[in-house]
């Protein structure tokens, strides 16, 4: 006998939140649209009038689907093609999960997903559980099979790792908006003096083109490596116009809770560059430009008012 509406109708209510801790632990939309989707498969298999809590039993299978998935991912990125980066989802996408509260919007912010690749598994989901959907932490020993006692110390190792590697400042939309407009003149302005006013000293440049796209293998470290780069990137030429099949329109958005410049060619997304804010200036520009890890920001970019572009025609 296969579920009830109701049974469906029950999923269909979690599933948003489902989807938000799976990219939160995958960094990965279209992975966490797989691990919801096995998760329905398993809730659809299981005798769920005798399942007390559906929740915490939909939340403990996602969660265990995601920690194999991650176990699997390590292996898998060790062949990936250049350097690996989180799929960037823009302001209003549902996936992004609850921004309540600043620990909410900091466990989505594109710098921290990446700082979230150095956590091992079980760091990752006691990390996103606790500090993006305040699971307490009775809740989360359940759903891991662990003590209590060991994810206060799994979250607190997490934190003072990610700790160690952020330095990220809040930036509403006003000043996420200012950073693309002073970034943009400096690029284009033919010169990187403007540019490494704007970096911090020890900025980096990291693209994702998963051996799909152009992408340099290698990160630019440092202000002028990373100021010399984005003058050059914003130089016309023909073969850059052939990369990606025209002249992208540039605009301003916050992909991640950071400023962002999507690049948009014919109307399709061909690239999506965020911008990692600081008291000291712009400390990493990253770049996501694999055509897979844009699928889902291409959909929704289609279905919402983009406005007018902040630079027509790129190169």
């Known amino acids: 006998m296969g579920p009830t509406a109701h049974d469906v109708d029950r999923f269909m209510a979690a599933r948003p939140r489902l989807e938000a801790i ?27 009038d005798r399942i007390r809590v559906p929740e915490a039993w939909l939340t403990k299978v996602l969660t265990h689907l995601c920690l194999n998935q991650l176990s699997s991912a390590r292996a898998r990125r060790e062949t990936y093609v250049g350097q690996w980066l989180p799929e960037p989802l823009i302001e209003g996408d549902p996936m992004l999960g609850p921004a309540d509260t600043a620990e909410q919007r900091e466990s989505v912010s594109y710098a921290v997903l990446v700082l979230l690749e150095r956590l091992s598994p079980n760091e990752r989901a006691v990390y996103v559980l606790r500090e993006a959907f305040d699971y307490p932490h009775r809740e989360i020993a359940a759903i891991l099979d662990i003590s209590e006692a060991a ?25 996420a908006r200012r950073v693309i407009d002073e970034f943009l003149a ?23 083109g998963g051996g799909k796209a152009p992408a340099r293998a290698k990160a630019f470290e ?6 010399k780069f984005m003058r050059g990137l914003f130089v016309p030429s023909k073969a850059k116009r052939s990369l990606v099949g025209g002249s992208p329109a540039l ?7 950071e400023p962002a410049l999507v690049a948009v060619v014919d109307g399709r997304v061909v690239g999506v560059m965020c911008l990692e804010v600081t008291d000291e200036g712009i400390a990493a520009v990253r770049s996501q430009v694999n055509p897979d890890k844009l699928e889902r920001l291409s959909r929704q970019w289609a279905a919402i008012d983009r406005g007018e572009p902040v630079l027509p025609h790129t190169f």
């Not at 994810?151 to 509403?172: F, M, N, P, Y």
Request: charged share 25%; no cysteine; proline share 1%.
């Open 222 to 227: 440092g202000a002028v490596a990373v100021a």
């Open 22 to 48: 799976a990219y939160r632990l995958l960094g990965s939309a279209s992975e966490a649209e797989d691990a919801v989707q096995e998760t329905f498969l398993r809730w659809q298999a299981a005798d769920v």
């Open 151 to 175: 994810s206060q110390q799994i979250l607190h190792r997490a934190k003072e790792r990610v700790a160690a590697g952020r330095r990220r400042t809040a930036i509403d939309e006003a000043a």
């Open 186 to 208: 400096a690029a284009t302005s033919g010169r990187t003096e403007p540019l490494v006013r704007l970096l911090t000293e020890d900025a980096v440049a990291v693209g994702d």
């Open 251 to 257: 605009y301003a958005t916050t992909a991640n809770g």
